[in-house]
Antibody, heavy 119, light 111 residues
Framework: EVQLVQSGAEVKKPGESLKISCKTS????????IGWVRQMPGKGLGWMGI????????RYSPSFQGQVTISADKSINTAYLQWSSLKASDSAIYYC????????????WGQGTLVTVSP | QSALTQPPSASGSPGQSVTISCTGT?????????VSWYQQHPGKAPKLMIY???KRPSGVPDRFSGSKSGNTASLTVSGLQAEDEADYYC???????????FGTGTKVTVL
């Protein structure tokens, strides 16, 4: 069974750093792209970027380029999303998702990680 | 890269059909047959309903169907049921320099 299990909710202050995780199981981690999606409170979905764990090829959406870092650790089948300096506007739910065999659709999703950034 | 345009809301009575549009450009929806649709219930993760414009993943009822014409893709839900009430988002491939782009989302209400 394919599973993506994300790390728990975080409460941080502006300027702090953060790294959230997405641990996968039930499939070959290195053979599928993994994507990260942001959902701000009461708002729609937004693609942040994707990574191919086999070679760490990473593509960022223009809005998120330079704002976050996406990485993956093949040894533990886990993808990461990190910030070096959080802003209040980073408060959102973040989802990881596996992209299907063709690489274009998200066929399995994590449960989401709520990040709250407040002074 | 702007979000794809969807109507904010759509509604129908049980048993009726509802169609949601998703309008992009020739750089995304119109340029590739890689449009997918997602259903999201409140407080839940999105769920894939349609991929590659018309294909349904295993387990998705055949009441859900997708199509595309030019720069506009559409999702049709036939035989509306109470559990279809949710937010729906389209997504499209937008070229190698931009992973993907979502639509603005449509709230479907079953009257």
């Amino acid at each position: 069974e394919v599973q993506l299990v994300q790390s728990g909710a975080e409460v941080k202050k502006p300027g702090e750093s953060l790294k959230i995780s997405c641990k996968t199981s039930g499939y070959s981690f290195t053979n599928y792209w993994i994507g990260w999606v942001r959902q701000m409170p009461g708002k729609g979905l937004g693609w942040m970027g994707i990574i191919y764990p086999a070679d760490s090829d990473t593509r960022y959406s223009p809005s998120f380029q330079g704002q976050v870092t996406i990485s993956a650790d093949k040894s533990i089948n886990t993808a990461y999303l990190q910030w070096s300096s959080l802003k209040a506007s980073d408060s959102a739910i973040y989802y990881c998702a596996r992209l299907g065999k063709s690489g274009y659709e998200a066929d399995y999703w994590g449960q989401g990680t709520l990040v709250t950034v407040s002074p | 890269q702007s979000a794809l345009t969807q109507p904010p809301s759509a509604s129908g009575s049980p048993g009726q059909s509802v169609t949601i549009s998703c309008t992009g450009t020739s750089s995304d929806v119109g340029g590739y047959n890689y449009v997918s649709w997602y259903q999201q219930h409140p407080g839940k993760a999105p769920k894939l309903m349609i991929y590659e414009v018309t294909k349904r993943p295993s387990g998705v009822p055949d009441r859900f169907s997708g199509s595309k014409s030019g720069n506009t893709a559409s999702l049709t839900v036939s035989g509306l049921q109470a559990e279809d009430e949710a937010d729906y988002y389209c997504s499209s491939y937008a070229g190698s320099n931009n992973p993907r782009v979502f639509g603005t989302g449509t709230k479907v209400t079953v009257l």
